[in-house]
């Protein structure tokens, strides 16, 4: 037999797929988990129990949260819901809008930000922009593109084969156009035509070669002719995909019925596509073609222009970027999620982005090296935590990639390229998360509670989903205000002393005894699983093994609840002399030596586990275990 001392000092590896068990020559392997369920994993190597969930406010139905920074003091939360969007600041509620948007139709809105308005877009609507005209008057307006003495400059394409031809009746005013072949439809009435260059208005729909229009100019003559474009943009062609801004130009990513094209505005005058004679600041226009589809899912203004298609990674490139000198290359070929507008994030200059088999978080990262970009898979080692992500975002302040998940889980990727740290663990909460938005440096997620739709928001201060807080001049037993919780069992932390198990009934709930500070709301779970001994080392090598003795370091912490094999124990933070009966527990940071005996016949099971739900805080810096191996 033979005794070994392993220190654990840092989990930046995160939990790691269970395929990994028999590479323990791995740095993973050492730095890993097997399970980390509901922690914060710190860049510096150790984990604490994630923030509790404050909460905010209840809405309607299903939706999902948008961020608006107007300036460093004022940032607002923007919930999209049926045919709604609700306005937040400061987690209070301003105001509220009508939208034409159905909750069929949230998941593929997708947006950008300049200055005071937001542009919002949909392939199936038209695009808006919402206006802050103040901090409770806001306004959702249709896209107005740049008109001059009526002309509107807005994104033309002929979407029919290039030999069919329009005839006009007549040179001026009011005449008919004939096509020889069927394109109309009675949705083109109110569009617009170019013919010659000469806009036409189509004001009736005759038949499906004829419509009546308008001229804004006198033609030369009423001869044939295949030079002829519609607008870009209308109900019977769709509307823009994504949005994005790009060296002072506004920049379309795709529509509906031209999936990989690309508008670029002129320079300077966001809503004018003119194309013009090809000035440098005139508007730029092109499509994306290759030997693969290239439907446009995203569009990121970072380094250069980033394209994110159903196919591949592309870069527009143009210093500065102008119709002579714009280039178009491909980069990766790994393709972004096509169902839905999962929107991509910078991270320290890379821009990190979903993948179409929604297994992957990639990172899309210039290399001065190779003159190109790399799409490194972030979530290699933890495959088994990425299903079927639905949104995403960046937390700066904790360097948490939040990523929420089709089935209600989220999970969180600790993110430090400096000190190469991308750890992943998962959280649960009694619900159905649904969407998260960073606003500020506040982190909110929107939660199906049992049908309940509940705005809330991260809090350090908090150890319990769907929480609220409070403090009583004079102590009390009954709190009210809880009626998002009505007929729930939920927990209280009152004066420090944890309660469990109350109900709530008509809002309320009554404690034991009467206190002055409260947080009320649902536990949760949070789980540190070690991996077991790695198979190439000497504790891995025997038959058997069994822990002796581990010393937790702990920080801040006011609870332990440790398994070594003999079952979920509380552990004693201090001698019991040293605790008054009914005082809250204490808070403590040092080491915690705990015994163990017992042989562990199997080596892929861990030698110990920490699982607890007590609201209580909790941070853990390192292991030091000492092991008896039996060969």
């Not at 984990?47 to 948008?66: C, E, F």
């Not at 035509?193 to 804004?216: H, N």
């Not at 889980?409 to 430090?416: C, D, E, I």
Request: negative net charge; charged residues 20%.
């Amino acid at each position: 037999m033979s005794r070994i001392r392993q220190i654990k000092t840092t989990f930046t590896a995160g939990e790691v797929a269970p395929e990994l068990l028999g590479r323990g020559d791995l740095r993973a392997y050492d730095n890993g988990a097997m399970k980390l369920r509901n922690l914060f994993i710190h860049p510096t190597g150790g984990v604490s129990r994630r923030a509790g969930l404050r909460h905010i406010d209840s809405i309607p139905g299903q939706g999902r949260l948008v961020s608006f920074e107007f300036n460093t003091e004022q940032t607002y939360l923007l919930v999209i819901t049926d045919f709604r969007i609700h306005i937040y600041l400061d987690g209070v509620k301003i105001t509220e809008l009508s939208t034409p948007w159905s909750n069929a139709q949230i998941p593929q809105i997708a947006w950008t930000q300049s200055a005071d308005t937001l542009l919002l877009t949909h392939p199936e609507t038209i695009p808006k922009k919402m206006v802050r005209l103040s901090a409770s008057n806001w306004e959702l307006q249709d896209w107005t593109f740049f008109t001059d003495k009526g002309i509107l400059y807005q994104p033309y394409y002929k979407f029919a084969d290039s030999e069919v031809t329009l005839t006009p009746s007549g040179t001026s005013g009011t005449i008919s156009l004939t096509s020889s072949s069927d394109i109309f439809t009675s949705g083109h009435i109110g569009t617009k035509l170019k013919f010659r260059g000469i806009q036409c208005d189509i004001i009736a729909y005759d038949s499906p070669t004829v419509v009546t229009v308008t001229l804004q100019s006198t033609l030369t003559d009423t001869s044939p002719s295949i030079d002829w474009q519609e607008q870009a943009f209308s109900p019977v062609r769709g509307y823009p995909i994504t949005v994005a801004f790009h060296q002072d130009r506004l920049v379309i990513g795709g529509s509906r019925d031209l999936p990989n094209r690309i508008w670029f505005s002129k320079s300077g005058n966001l809503f004018n596509f003119d194309l013009g004679t090809g000035l440098d600041d005139e508007s730029i226009e092109f499509a994306l073609l290759s030997n693969q589809v290239n439907a446009i899912r995203g569009i990121f203004s970072g380094r250069h222009l980033q394209v994110f298609t159903s196919g591949a990674e592309w870069m527009v490139t143009g210093d500065p970027l102008t119709p002579q000198t714009v280039q178009l290359k491909r980069q990766t070929r790994v393709g972004s999620v096509i169902e839905r507008y999962i929107p991509p994030v910078d991270v320290d200059g890379a821009t990190l982005f979903m993948s179409r088999n929604k297994q992957e978080i990639r990172e899309f990262l210039y290399t001065d090296v190779e003159q190109a970009y790399q799409a490194t898979d972030l979530s290699l080692l933890s495959r088994h935590l990425i299903i079927n992500p639905v949104d995403q975002d960046f937390d700066q302040k904790r360097r948490l990639l939040f990523i929420i998940r089709g089935d209600g889980k989220f999970a969180t990727l600790t993110n430090y390229r400096a000190e190469q740290v991308a750890a992943w663990t998962l959280h649960e909460t009694d619900g159905l998360v649904k969407s998260v938005t960073i606003v500020g440096e506040d982190v909110y997620l929107l939660i199906d509670r049992g049908g309940i739709y509940s705005i809330e928001q991260f809090d350090d201060a908090l150890n319990l989903d769907a929480a609220l807080s409070g403090t009583a001049t004079n102590p009390t037993a009954t709190w009210l205000g809880l009626s998002h919780l009505e007929g729930r069992k939920v927990t209280a932390i009152g004066d420090g002393i944890v309660y469990p198990d109350l109900t709530v009934n008509s809002g309320q709930v009554t404690l034991p005894e009467e206190v002055s500070n409260v947080e009320i709301g649902l536990p949760y779970t949070h789980i540190i699983e070690p991996l077991p001994p790695s198979t190439i080392s000497e504790a891995g090598g025997g038959r058997m093994a069994r822990l002796i003795e581990a010393i937790f370091r702990i920080k801040d912490t006011s609870a332990l609840k440790l398994d070594t094999g003999r079952g979920m124990n509380d552990i004693p933070l201090r001698e019991t002399n040293e605790v008054t009966l009914g005082s809250p527990p204490p808070s403590i940071t040092g080491d915690i030596r705990v015994k163990s005996i017992g042989w562990q016949p199997k080596l892929t099971s861990p030698l110990w586990k920490i699982e607890q739900d007590n609201p209580l805080p909790f941070t853990l810096l390192s292991v030091i275990t000492e092991i008896k191996v039996n060969d």
